[in-house]
């Protein structure tokens, strides 16, 4: 059984194939705008925001399995919420959070692998969004 499997049964949570048959709301809802219009920000940025939003916004299983209790959960949504209310990347306080918050996240080995594979497809409809040729997909 995979770990999205066995946190269905556990907790039931449904992970990345509830999102796919909800038709990714969370891109939708929350990754394509923020990537979309951020216009002013670098795109390192963009993608970054982008990430951190869509991580608020779903339960990933990735996380939920690197820290063995769905509890992180309302761990990781609290500590988005300070980043969000410090300003996100926008501050030097909410930049000096999220340094701080990738370290606990690499010391406890934590990976928001989810919320990353929600990127991935975001940058993509984006890009074809965009008009994007065959050279840029690569990029």
Request: charged content about 20%; overall charge negative; aromatic content about 8%.
């Amino acid at each position: 059984m995979t770990a999205g499997e066995q946190q269905y049964l556990a907790y039931g949570h449904t992970g990345i194939r509830g999102e796919a048959a909800s038709g990714f709301p969370t891109i939708f809802e929350y990754g394509l705008p923020t990537l979309v219009n951020r216009q002013g920000a670098t795109q390192n940025d963009r993608q970054l925001e982008a990430l951190l939003v869509m991580a608020r916004h779903t339960e990933d299983s990735t996380l939920i399995k690197r820290a063995g209790d769905p509890a992180i959960l309302k761990w990781k949504d609290q500590q988005l919420d300070h980043l969000f209310d410090l300003g996100e990347l926008g501050t030097s306080e909410g930049r000096q959070f999220l340094t701080a918050l990738e370290t606990t996240f690499s010391a406890s080995h934590l990976s928001l692998g989810g919320a990353a594979d929600l990127l991935i497809a975001t940058i993509f409809l984006a890009k074809v969004m965009e008009g994007a040729d065959n050279d840029e997909l690569n990029d």
